[in-house]
């Protein structure tokens, strides 16, 4: 069964950094791009990051470029986003998707919560 | 950025009733378009991918459609397990893009 359990979130003061992870189970993990999806509570779905199976490609909205990174561990089945500079506009659920192109985001986590605020 | 224009933002519908939900792409996206489906407290799931392919699981009451540059879903029998939030996304190209969503109610 092909599972993605995202972990790290919290509450952070603006301006500071969280790491969250992604743990990926029931496929092979180096086999397939990963991305990070966020949703601000009660608004649409952003797509935030993304990195190919081998971290060739890593692609970043804009709103993120520079703040945030986006890389993983094949060894360990784990996607991991560092965020820094956080601003409130930041608060959002954080999920993690597997995939890209045409055939893409058929599992998604459960989500982590990221509560930007002093 | 190629920009995902939604529509409707919200719909009653009845029972039984046949619903379309449709993206229109600020520029050619060819199939790469996706459909997901997101109940509150809920992770999003996908529905159609490809345009028109069914994902797996998914009733067959539900469809996708494209038109040139306008891509449709369609539920062709309402059922009460249908009401949620539906998103269109694009991924032919960086950044990936999201429609703004559309709140499908019972009325």
């Known amino acids: 069964e092909v599972q993605l359990v995202e972990s790290g979130g919290g509450l952070v003061q603006p301006g500071r950094s969280l790491k969250l992870s992604c743990v990926a189970s029931?496929?092979?993990?180096?086999?397939?791009?990963m991305n990070w999806i966020r949703q601000a509570p009660g608004k649409g779905l952003e797509w935030v990051a993304y990195?190919?199976?081998?971290?060739?490609?890593?692609y970043y909205a804009e709103t993120v470029k520079g703040r945030f990174t986006i890389s993983r561990d094949n060894a360990k089945n784990t996607l991991y986003l560092q965020m820094t500079s956080l601003r409130s506009e930041d608060t959002a659920l954080y999920y993690c998707?597997?995939?890209?192109?045409?055939?893409?985001?058929?599992?998604w986590g459960q989500g982590v919560m990221v509560t930007v605020s002093s | 950025d190629i920009q995902m224009t939604q529509s409707p933002s919200s719909m009653s519908a009845s029972l039984g009733d046949r619903v379309t939900i449709t993206c229109r792409a600020s520029?050619?996206?060819?199939?790469?378009l996706s459909w997901f489906q997101q109940k509150p407290g809920k992770s999003p799931r996908r529905m159609i991918y490809?345009?028109?392919n069914l994902a797996a699981g998914v009733p067959s009451r539900f469809s996708g459609s494209r038109s040139g540059s306008d891509y449709s879903l369609t539920i062709s029998s309402l059922e009460s397990e249908d009401m949620a939030i539906y998103y269109c996304l694009q991924s032919i190209q960086y950044p990936y893009t999201f429609g703004a969503g559309t709140k499908l109610e019972l009325k």
């Open positions: 990195i190919s199976s081998g971290s060739s490609y890593i």
């Open positions: 029931g496929f092979t993990f180096s086999n397939y791009g």
């Open positions: 490809g345009a028109t």
């Open positions: 998707a597997r995939g890209d192109g045409y055939d893409l985001f058929d599992y």
């Open positions: 520029q050619d996206i060819g199939n790469y």
